[in-house]
Each structure stands twice: as C-alpha cells, then as structure tokens.
C-alpha cells in the first residue's frame, strides 16, 4: 500500500426482508430486520479501529442506519450510491423474472423500464455513478480511509470500475449483507484487499 495512502472501505448494508427473500431491492426504501441492525452494530469495533476520514452513504434507510449502528455517525448521504435502480423488475426475485424471460441474468440483459419512481438503469449508468463516487473518495484518501455504505449491486460495478474493469465484471463479486470489503493499493496499482468478510471474519 502506498505510502500515507488510506483504503476505500465498503460496507454493504445488513439485512432486509427483501434481501433475506431474495427480492430486487433498488429505490424502494426497506428497512432493516433485527438481524441486520446487530450485524451493522458487530462491525462497529472493527471500525473504530481504523482511521476514517469521511464517510459517504447512499441515502436509503438501510444504509443510512447501517452506518450509524456501526459508529459512523452522520454520514454524508450521496445519492450516487444508491442502488442499481431496478425499473420494471424491483421486488420481485430471480425466479418471478425468469418466469417472464427465461434464463434472464441482470449482467448480461439489464432491467425493463418500471412506472416514474423506477425508471431502470442500464450497467454504464450505474458505473457512471461509481465513477462519481470514486472521483469523490480518491483524494480524499491522502488522509486516510474512506467508508462507502452502500448496496450489492451498487457496490460489486463499483469494486470492477476501482479496478479498470467493464461495469458487468461486478458479476465476479458476490456481496453479501453485512460484509466490509477492502480497496485499496499494492506497488502503485489498484488491487482488491479484502472482499465480503463478515464482521466475526475480520482481523
């Protein structure tokens, strides 16, 4: 890691019910289980520890509370980090969706168009947003770390564009709720540090 060079830290917010189901969850705002709140909660020793310098949330309930229980008090909120906007397919799970385009996969086919509150988003636009946010946090991590509190989808375009990578390559990544994830610096070059831990995982 570079010298006085700090890590992007991406935190994936805890558990909802939709994410517990399996359901699309872009725009629509769904809180936290009970379950999710402890496990934001039992990542907050592990960031105590490190020496955050800002912290960026999207502005969703869930990961705007994440935050918080995990001791990252008043985030600011960037709607950049909000989630893969869904269209015509939020709420409903993988199978519901393949039961109307079989086989359908979000890296390769993308989202129909919803109703005015889920218009869809092509990969490029999302990517484009995770571009903004690097563009944002890469300065800033001269100082120290800077902590994303975002979501899945969101995060895995943004971890494959922090690498140089297509926006479809976030489809390596598997993101689970809860997790911190570690991006950061080896020889100059951008490199992944860690990826999906969760908080009992981290040293």
Same mark, same amino acid.
């Given at each position: 890691?570079?010298l006085?060079?700090?890590? !992007?830290? *991406?935190?994936?917010?805890?558990?909802?019910? =939709?994410?517990?189901?399996?359901?699309?969850?872009?725009?629509?705002?769904?809180? !936290?289980?009970?379950?999710?709140?402890?496990?934001?909660? %039992?990542?907050?020793?592990? !960031?105590?520890?490190?020496?955050?310098?800002?912290?960026?949330?999207?502005?969703?309930? %869930?990961?705007? #509370?994440?935050a918080?229980?995990?001791?990252?008090?008043?985030?600011?909120? #960037?709607?950049?980090?909000?989630?893969? /906007?869904?269209?015509?397919?939020?709420?409903?799970?993988?199978a519901?969706?393949?039961? %109307?385009?079989? @086989?359908?996969?979000? =890296?390769? #086919?993308?989202?129909?168009?919803? #109703? @005015? /509150?889920?218009?869809?988003?092509?990969?490029?636009?999302? +990517?484009?947003?995770? @571009?903004?946010?690097?563009?944002?946090?890469?300065?800033?991590m001269?100082?120290?770390?800077?902590?994303l509190?975002?979501?899945?989808?969101?995060?895995?375009?943004?971890?494959?564009?922090? !690498?140089? *990578?297509?926006? +479809?390559?976030?489809?390596?990544?598997?993101?689970?709720?809860?997790?911190l994830?570690?991006?950061?610096?080896?020889?100059?070059? %951008?490199?992944?540090?860690?990826?999906?831990?969760?908080? @009992?995982?981290?040293?």
């Amino acid at each position: 890691m570079m010298l006085g060079m700090g890590e !992007l830290i *991406l935190i994936r917010h805890g558990e909802t019910e =939709w994410s517990r189901s399996g359901q699309h969850t872009g725009r629509t705002d769904v809180p !936290l289980t009970e379950a999710g709140r402890k496990t934001a909660a %039992r990542l907050a020793p592990v !960031l105590a520890s490190r020496h955050i310098v800002a912290t960026f949330a999207s502005p969703a309930s %869930r990961a705007a #509370d994440t935050a918080n229980l995990a001791g990252l008090a008043s985030p600011t909120l #960037d709607p950049n980090l909000q989630e893969w /906007d869904y269209g015509g397919y939020e709420g409903l799970t993988t199978a519901q969706i393949r039961q %109307r385009q079989t @086989d359908w996969y979000l =890296w390769r #086919d993308g989202v129909i168009p919803g #109703d @005015d /509150d889920h218009p869809g988003e092509a990969a490029d636009e999302v +990517a484009a947003r995770a @571009d903004a946010v690097l563009a944002r946090s890469a300065p800033l991590m001269d100082s120290g770390d800077i902590a994303l509190v975002a979501h899945g989808h969101l995060l895995r375009v943004l971890a494959a564009r922090w !690498l140089g *990578l297509e926006p +479809a390559a976030g489809r390596f990544f598997r993101l689970d709720t809860g997790t911190l994830s570690l991006l950061g610096f080896e020889h100059d070059e %951008r490199v992944i540090c860690a990826w999906n831990v969760p908080p @009992d995982g981290i040293g």
